[in-house]
């Protein structure tokens, strides 16, 4: 026969099979006696919790944190913590913009009184929304300066030399990506009037059977940089003739030309892919020659 138990509420004997109690309800009300307390702050009656709310629990944080920092720190070390809690509030943009020009004017924050003191950050923050964020006062007054020296007259011949030179008032737009489709209908990616040019060119040739297919290749050619470090080189376009010889093409400007780091890596992938490059002049003259 198993041996019998004494439930831990009613007292009654049964077989325990490893319950400390001899039914559910007798097993609800234990628990109930033995984790029942008081609430720390209101005095309520709770069961399995500290605090009967989450307001009584803050309260004790609060309560907790005005002890601990009242008797157990030194001067020192609430120094420390003043300038912990500063550090977070200014990771705030504005906040953080607000103390830079507090400490910049440098006069002597903590002595003004709390009326000063906001007339001060009304005051900075009026004058961040009408200048910006992100700049200082002495930046913002660099690009005034700036700013006064504009001669519309220079900038207006300096569009005139890119139109005169480059086909387009800014230098920046002949490297924009274009969408090109080709004679037999294919849309491919080109970036800058250059590979336009010379795309239309491939077109032209191969209408008259001179190449038998171009390609905007993603072929990659490692070489040995001016800094002694691995670089890809990824040439433009790859030509296929009828009697099958391939050629790389790429079209570049005479500024890019005459770069010394340019300069080397087309000596250095020249020793490995048959390369040619396009100047502006060939551009031109095989233009030219198709008009």
């Known amino acids: 026969m198993r ?3 004494a439930c831990l509420n009613c007292g009654k004997n049964f077989i325990s099979y ?11 009300e234990w628990y109930k006696k033995k984790n029942t307390r008081i609430c720390k702050i209101c005095g309520k009656l709770v069961i399995g919790r500290t605090f009967c709310s989450k307001e009584c629990k803050y309260k ?9 920092n009242n008797y157990k720190h030194t001067g020192v070390t609430r120094k420390k913590i003043s300038d912990t809690l500063l550090e977070k509030e ?3 943009p504005e906040n953080r913009i607000i103390q830079r020009e507090i400490t910049r004017r440098n006069n002597g924050w903590l002595k003004h009184p709390s009326e000063t003191k906001k007339k001060m950050k009304d005051a900075i923050r009026k004058n961040m929304e ?12 660099k690009m005034r300066i700036a700013k006064s020296k504009y001669d519309p007259a220079a900038t207006e011949k300096r569009r005139q030399t890119c139109i005169k030179k ?10 924009l990506w274009q969408n090109y489709v080709t004679r037999f209908g294919k849309t491919i990616r080109l970036q800058g009037s250059y590979e336009v040019r010379f795309a239309k060119i491939l077109d032209k040739w191969q209408d008259d059977n001179i190449v038998k297919s171009w390609e905007k290749t993603r072929d990659k050619v490692s070489y040995i940089g001016l ?12 030509v296929i003739f009828y009697n099958r010889i391939m050629q790389y093409y790429d079209p570049k400007n005479n500024y890019l030309l005459s770069l010394p780091e340019v300069q080397h890596k087309i000596r250095e992938v020249s020793k490995k892919i048959p390369l040619q490059i ?14």
Not at 20 to 28: F, G, I, V
Not at 60 to 68: D, M, S, W
């Open 3 to 5: 041996e019998q138990h």
């Open 18 to 28: 490893g319950n400390k109690n001899c039914s559910l309800l007798c097993r609800r």
């Open 60 to 68: 004790q944080v609060v309560n907790t944190r005005k002890l601990h």
């Open 90 to 92: 200014l990771k705030i």
């Open 130 to 141: 009408t200048l910006g964020y992100r700049n200082s006062p002495a930046t913002i007054e």
């Open 166 to 175: 480059y086909g387009v008032d800014n230098p920046g737009k002949l490297c």
């Open 227 to 238: 800094d002694n470090k691995n670089h890809d080189y990824f040439p433009d376009f790859k």
């Open 278 to 291: 396009i100047k502006e002049e060939d551009l031109k003259i095989l233009e030219g020659v198709q008009t």
